[in-house]
């Protein structure tokens, strides 16, 4: 219920043209209610911002591969990455890459996803960082049913296309609400967007 309404929101922020940024636990707000509410804005910005968008962005352990890899043309892809990284800490009650630096947070995000291939590094425009990345131990993606044996099939699947390394192959915020693990909550009427 808690990432339908992350989703949800994240949806009326997406329609109006604003990347969060910071998207993390402590960033979401609950009531008596279960009513959970978007806060802390202030990393925030329109996508339509033609000025360089800053990599220091998103606090390392919900951060995307590509902030990680000091990419600064990145996407709404940045934020359905740290939701994500949400969920699977709502299901296993502990951070799933929990790095101590950024070396050490690009490891545990290949142990669990795989390393990338080279299709996968496409988004990247630095011939550096796409070198650093080849140079990397390699890592096969793990079988996410058994990483996450108290999930169910449908949340599995849902995780998979958030925690996706190429953020162009990563599931839009629309596609996550409509996905079937959605489906008992989903209702298009009750998820408005920016007029």
């Known amino acids: 219920y808690f990432v339908y309404q992350l989703l949800r929101g994240l949806k009326y922020v997406h329609s109006a043209n604003v990347l969060h940024r910071d998207l993390k636990p402590s960033n979401l707000l609950l009531n008596a209610n279960c009513d959970l509410k978007i806060g802390d804005f202030g990393l925030a910005r329109t996508t339509s911002e033609t000025d360089f968008m800053t990599e220091y962005v998103v606090t390392r352990w919900y951060r995307a591969p590509e902030l990680l890899l000091n990419c600064s043309e990145y996407t709404a892809a940045i934020d359905i990455w740290s939701v994500g990284c949400i969920l699977g800490e709502i299901v296993t009650r502990q951070p799933l890459f929990p790095g101590r630096d950024y070396v050490h947070q690009l490891r545990l995000v290949t142990e669990l ?7 996968s590094l496409g988004f990247l425009r630095s011939e ?5 990345v080849k140079q990397l131990p390699r890592y096969p993606k793990q079988n996410f049913s058994t990483r996450f044996p108290n999930m169910s099939p449908g949340a599995v699947d849902l995780l998979e296309k958030m925690l996706i390394f190429d953020p162009s192959k990563r599931i839009k915020v629309d596609e996550a609400l409509c996905h079937p693990y959605m489906a008992p909550l989903h209702d298009i009427n009750e998820e408005p967007v920016c007029a």
């Open 113 to 119: 996803i795989g390393s990338p291939d080279d299709a």
């Open 128 to 132: 550096n960082a796409r070198r650093y």
